[in-house]
């Protein structure tokens, strides 16, 4: 990691905050430029590859679909092997996955067995006692949120004009035409998405002459997905993201102080009654009650206008939740140093030995405010061996010891209540939120499955009988929290989560918390 935090460091300006920010679409486009960038620096062959290795590669770059770019050992025993591939994703797990899977359907690859996946690279255990992983050197497909959630407005007016009758997902054979009859259907397919049309025409672009890789397939299959499941229960619906759904979510935000993702989740809004909207203007004196109202309660209705719709990616992370700890931000005060949750230059540079003290005191702090509460189980651990692994540990120390330092500044009474509170608002849950309902897409262009709803207003609760357990392991760099929610509708539960919060760095200065793992009971 110390060459991610050069690069950052390095970088940095670039950004308006200093780092990028994941829900801002320029920030996301321009760190995959960047990673993109630094990953340019691997692509380099190891020496002395083994024949039958090389032979691997040949055999890929013959069949014509993919082009290795180079070939590197990762251990001593040569039985571990990173293959570079071009135009496939650098930061796109399940696009490399899917490669993967083709390559060895293909007989490119040996005969084995897929592992991987929860957070780290999907890889090939070969029946030759080889490991192989598939790296990208970056693809023009690699969509930013912008273009994603454009394409499945596409796709969506497409459908509704008789496109792809068949339902079919894009595959190699189908692509040029699917993608031809596509644009035959003129500019009503851009309808809704404002300001993002430009990007979407552009984007498409990239296509021509790409039917071959499988990471454009799964760029458009993603969104076809989604696309597919919203046509199916509402085919005759209008697709907003434009002036109206711009006014609604800053409204929300505007009332509650919360970011508009979190206040709303809806990534795009669908029109489901003829009935006619209130006016812009009339928004911005609208309270939030009445905002809510406008939304439908139950996947299918159209009793209301409104469908509030959270697009998420095949096995993507369950939400962002590190913005909870901004509800609290203790002014400067002269002569006084605020406990901040980030990173400080000054701790970057901090030896080994000092990395230890700090992480070694925020411990006992940690212990100290627990005390002996019945619902957290915590045990901390050995510090970890690497410089890298320190920081990142110091890090997630930073948050834990900031949201159980300002509890009640962050509307918490306990430690517990806490952890839950910040977990819930990771996923979306902060009582002010209209219903919404969480379309998950698949990268094979299947129908996605029933979105899941998540009720208005709803709350969260530790599942009675369950604990807390905060995890300190000295080979990860940072905390892993495994929590049991029970998402309360009124005071009936309506639904229960495993869950798994993540704390770390990010490699530089910032922070990051994010619900890692997310399993439906």
Known sequence: MDVLDKFFTKFAYKFS??????????????????????????????????????????????????????????NKSNTKYWLYIDDVPATIRTAREAVTIDLQTKGLLPKGEMKGGDGENFYLEGEDGITYVIKGTGSKF???????????????????????????????????????????????????????????????????????????????????????????????????????????????????????????????????????????????????????????????????????????????????????????????????????????????????????????????????????????????????????RKKFKLAAYKSLDYLFTHLDKLGSSTPADGLVNMTAFGMSITSVNPTFFKVIGKGSGEIADTPERTPAGATAQLTPGTKITIKDDPTYGGLKIKVLVDVLEGNEIYSQYELELVMRSNGNIQNTIEIQKSTKK
């Open 142 to 388: 690699t969509t930013s949120t912008n273009i994603k959630e454009g394409f499945v407005i596409m796709f969506y007016n497409a459908l509704k004009k008789g496109w792809n009758s068949s339902k079919e997902p894009f595959n190699e054979t189908n692509m040029p035409t699917l993608l031809t009859d596509l644009q035959s259907l003129g500019k009503d397919i851009y309808s809704g998405l404002g300001k993002s049309t430009t990007d979407v025409v552009s984007f498409l672009k990239n296509y021509e002459g790409g039917a071959g890789s499988k990471s454009a397939q799964v760029s458009l299959n993603d969104p076809l997905s989604s696309a597919l499941r919203i046509f199916k229960d509402y085919s005759d619906g209008d697709m907003m993201r434009s002036e109206m759904f711009t006014a609604i979510k800053k409204r929300q935000e505007s009332i509650t102080g919360l970011p508009q993702d979190k206040v709303n989740p809806g990534d795009i809004f669908l029109k489901v009654r003829d009935e006619p909207l209130p006016k812009t203007k009339d928004i911005d004196v609208t309270g939030l009650e009445e905002i809510n109202k406008l939304f439908v309660d139950k996947w299918g209705d159209k009793d209301k206008s409104l469908v509030s719709i959270s697009l998420k990616q095949e096995k993507a992370q369950g939400g962002k939740a590190k913005s909870f700890l901004a509800k609290y931000k203790p002014k400067n005060v002269e002569g006084i140093v605020n406990k901040d949750y980030n990173l400080s230059d000054a701790e970057l540079e901090y030896s080994d030995s000092q990395l230890d003290s700090a992480i070694d005191q925020l411990k006992k702090e940690t212990e100290k405010k627990i005390g002996n509460s019945e619902f957290i189980d915590y045990k901390p651990g050995t510090n970890p061996s690497k410089s890298s």
């Open 17 to 74: 905050n200093g780092y990028p920010d994941m829900n801002n679409d320029q920030d996301v486009l321009l760190l995959e430029t960047l990673i993109n960038r630094l990953l340019e620096l691997d692509f380099k062959d190891d020496t002395d590859l083994p024949q039958e290795i090389e032979n691997i590669r040949s055999d890929i770059n013959n069949e014509g679909t993919y082009t290795v770019n180079a070939i590197q050992s990762k």
